[in-house]
């Protein structure tokens, strides 16, 4: 029998985040870095809690370099072979793993190249095992099965949308669960399947089953502007991931395109045909694409992003009279609106 949920579900754009009386006198005085101890891996780290999407166009060794000064994770994406990941620790001796993590997928060939590449450099600790549907039989299995491989290894699971999910793939292994089908920018999941949930309650009710489990969550796409991290912290995120913030830079790689005197970098979704095409030799027959390719404005480096990045949130916390990214999902109220920006200047 079919069934609708009468509750109204909220995006970023739904909701603004009500000041609070504050004594910080300077975004100077906040902290953005958070401690965590994972559950299983039993693994404590320090980092800004901001992580760069897994795509080949983010996710890349460079965005490492520069991003990892900042204290923040790049997920990096798993279409490097084991001998470009040899020679990149080689040549880089200032390396530091705590914000490093590797990617890998569902197949048995993801599973024994990502054994190969631990045996090659064991100082990896963090493993995203990235699916697009998260809620498969298939994928609980691969979750144990990683975790019986590397009982001290983080494990990163997702994506996944739901509560109930989410204490699933807890249960079955996981640390972190990556949140939100769907709201990537150059994601086409909603249109093509008309399946997804809005990103901010995704956050909320997911959150609140992983922590009561001990677990940590991603917020996983969705965020257009710094002030959609800062939401997605105050609605329980212990870890905010993006794609789109972190392409069209030259850490970003990819082909840069030169149209009428202007720059331009590819940006595209892992399922767009672009993404498949590169890696699968196009869509299967059996399928669509549910990624589209876009032409991003040629940013130059990616530290101005950073910074204007972390300058948002560190200026949330000041509204709110909180001193630690901690804090905020404590000292956070929202409030429903039906416009958040005035956009007559675009």
Same mark, same amino acid.
């Given at each position: 029998?079919?069934?609708?949920?009468?509750? &109204? @579900?909220?995006?970023? !754009?739904?909701?603004?985040?009500?000041?609070?009386? /504050?004594?910080?006198? +300077?975004? =100077? *005085?906040?902290?953005?870095?958070?401690?965590?101890?994972?559950?299983?891996?039993?693994?404590?780290?320090?980092?800004?809690?901001?992580?760069?999407?897994?795509?080949?166009?983010?996710?890349?060794?460079?965005?490492?370099?520069?991003?990892?000064?900042?204290?923040?994770?790049?997920?990096?994406?798993?279409?490097?072979?084991?001998?470009?990941?040899?020679?990149? &620790? @080689?040549?880089?001796? !200032?390396?530091?793993?705590?914000?490093?993590?590797? /990617?890998?997928?569902? +197949?048995? =060939? *993801?599973?024994?190249?990502?054994?190969?590449?631990?045996?090659?450099?064991?100082?990896?600790?963090?493993?995203?095992?990235?699916?697009?549907?998260?809620?498969?039989?298939?994928?609980?299995?691969?979750?144990?099965?990683?975790?019986?491989?590397?009982?001290?290894?983080?494990?990163?699971?997702?994506?996944?949308?739901?509560?109930?999910?989410?204490?699933?793939? &807890?249960?079955?292994?996981?640390?972190?669960?990556?949140?939100?089908?769907?709201?990537?920018?150059?994601?086409?999941?909603?249109?093509?399947?008309?399946?997804?949930?809005?990103?901010?309650?995704?956050?909320?009710?997911?959150?609140?089953?992983?922590?009561?489990?001990?677990?940590?969550?991603?917020?996983?796409?969705?965020?257009?502007?710094?002030?959609?991290?800062?939401?997605?912290?105050?609605?329980?995120?212990?870890?905010?991931?993006?794609?789109?913030?972190?392409?069209?830079?030259?850490?970003?790689?990819?082909?840069?395109?030169?149209?009428?005197?202007?720059?331009?970098?590819?940006?595209?979704?892992?399922?767009?045909?672009?993404?498949?095409?590169?890696?699968?030799?196009?869509?299967?027959?059996?399928?669509?694409?549910?990624?589209?390719?876009?032409?991003?404005?040629?940013?130059?480096?990616?530290?101005?992003?950073?910074?204007?990045?972390?300058?948002?949130?560190?200026?949330?916390?000041?509204?709110?009279?909180?001193?630690?990214?901690?804090?905020?999902?404590?000292?956070?109220?929202?409030?429903?609106?039906?416009?958040?920006?005035?956009?007559?200047?675009?």
């Amino acid at each position: 029998m079919v069934k609708i949920e009468e509750d &109204i @579900k909220l995006d970023f !754009s739904d909701v603004l985040i009500k000041p609070k009386r /504050s004594n910080i006198t +300077s975004r =100077n *005085d906040v902290s953005l870095e958070r401690t965590f101890t994972t559950k299983h891996s039993n693994i404590t780290f320090t980092s800004v809690p901001i992580m760069v999407a897994n795509m080949d166009t983010t996710g890349t060794f460079n965005m490492f370099l520069e991003c990892q000064k900042h204290k923040i994770i790049t997920t990096i994406h798993k279409h490097y072979s084991n001998t470009e990941w040899l020679n990149f &620790i @080689k040549s880089n001796e !200032s390396i530091n793993f705590d914000y490093l993590c590797i /990617s890998t997928g569902i +197949s048995q =060939n *993801d599973y024994d190249k990502t054994v190969d590449l631990l045996n090659l450099i064991p100082n990896i600790y963090m493993i995203c095992i990235d699916v697009a549907n998260g809620y498969t039989e298939h994928f609980l299995n691969i979750i144990n099965k990683f975790r019986k491989t590397f009982p001290k290894k983080i494990i990163i699971a997702g994506n996944v949308c739901t509560s109930e999910m989410t204490e699933q793939l &807890i249960i079955n292994g996981a640390d972190i669960i990556k949140c939100g089908i769907g709201p990537g920018s150059v994601c086409t999941t909603r249109k093509q399947t008309g399946v997804g949930y809005p990103q901010l309650s995704c956050i909320i009710e997911c959150a609140d089953a992983a922590h009561g489990l001990g677990g940590h969550i991603i917020s996983d796409g969705g965020c257009v502007q710094p002030g959609d991290f800062s939401k997605a912290f105050g609605a329980g995120a212990d870890f905010v991931m993006s794609g789109g913030i972190f392409s069209g830079h030259i850490e970003s790689e990819g082909e840069l395109i030169t149209e009428n005197g202007q720059q331009f970098k590819l940006f595209y979704g892992m399922s767009s045909d672009t993404a498949m095409g590169k890696y699968a030799g196009g869509v299967a027959n059996y399928r669509s694409s549910e990624g589209k390719t876009v032409k991003i404005p040629f940013k130059g480096s990616v530290i101005n992003t950073i910074q204007d990045l972390l300058g948002g949130i560190r200026s949330t916390l000041t509204y709110v009279g909180a001193s630690k990214l901690k804090e905020l999902s404590k000292r956070c109220t929202f409030i429903k609106v039906h416009n958040q920006i005035n956009n007559i200047y675009k």
